[in-house]
């Protein structure tokens, strides 16, 4: 199993529409939680940091369950400029930088 | 001010070569990360260094990988005797302290291809 478990889609939805990515972790003991963005090609990006009691940014909406091990994150009235493959990340245990990617979540927002 | 950078930005070898990818990070950072990402696979972490301690190399897949860090900064990731499974791109980042809650900046990555 997977440290780190991600719908890889591809997810095509049109410009405005709400589109909810969600992954699970398998290491309860993972102290930190983040969604970068990576285009294609390109070095991913840390697009926002996940809290136990949510955190929105903008459009942007990340959610964290820990007694499922579930993190989830919320995209409203997306944009082309959306399109990208999403990143779940935890650490690993301990509170070190070591980082542990999900696959990723393909998202294309069409016109 | 200057992102991560890595050298070269692809290469290209034979099986059974050895070669040498090349990271400059973010002055001022004391934490480096090796990372890979293999076609159709996740970014899988490699190595860890922070300031002086001994680095975290719990991530290389086999002794024919080694990293080092000079002088706390520039690294050097090698990979001996390059088998065609090494093909991926190597990326590295860093951030300015090794715990967890500081943002890791990634270079644009190195794209190894074994012939």
């Known amino acids: 199993r997977k440290e780190v478990e991600q719908d890889p889609g591809p997810f095509n939805v049109p410009e405005g529409a709400t589109v909810a990515f969600n992954c699970t972790y398998s290491?309860?003991?993972?102290?930190?939680f983040f969604w970068y963005r990576q285009d294609c090609r390109k070095e991913p990006k840390l697009l926002m940091s996940?809290?136990?009691s949510g955190n929105e940014d903008g459009r942007f909406t990340a959610q964290l369950n820990r007694a499922s091990q579930y993190i989830s994150l919320l995209i409203r009235d997306s944009k082309l400029s959306d399109s990208a493959t999403y990143l779940c990340?935890?650490?690993?245990?301990?509170?070190?930088?070591?980082?542990?990617f999900g696959q990723g979540t393909t998202l294309q927002v069409k016109p | 001010g200057a992102g991560v950078s890595q050298s070269p930005s692809n290469k290209v070898t034979e099986k059974g070569k050895d070669v040498e990818l090349r990271c400059d990070p973010i002055?001022?950072?004391?934490?480096l990360y090796w990372y890979r990402q293999s076609l159709g696979q996740g970014l899988e972490f490699l190595i860890y260094?922070?300031?002086?301690?001994?680095?975290?190399k719990s991530g290389l897949p086999s002794d024919r990988f080694s990293a080092e860090r000079t002088g706390g900064s520039v690294s050097t990731l090698t990979i001996q005797r390059t088998q065609q499974e090494d093909s991926a791109v190597y990326l590295c980042?860093?951030?300015?302290?090794?715990?967890?809650?500081?943002?890791?900046?990634f270079g644009p990555g190195t794209r190894l291809t074994v012939t």
């Open positions: 990340v935890v650490t690993g245990s301990g509170n070190t930088g070591k980082l542990i």
């Open positions: 002055s001022g950072h004391t934490a």
């Open positions: 996940v809290y136990s």
């Open positions: 290491n309860s003991a993972s102290q930190s």
């Open positions: 980042a860093s951030s300015l302290e090794g715990l967890a809650y500081y943002e890791q900046y």
């Open positions: 260094f922070q300031g002086n301690s001994a680095p975290d």
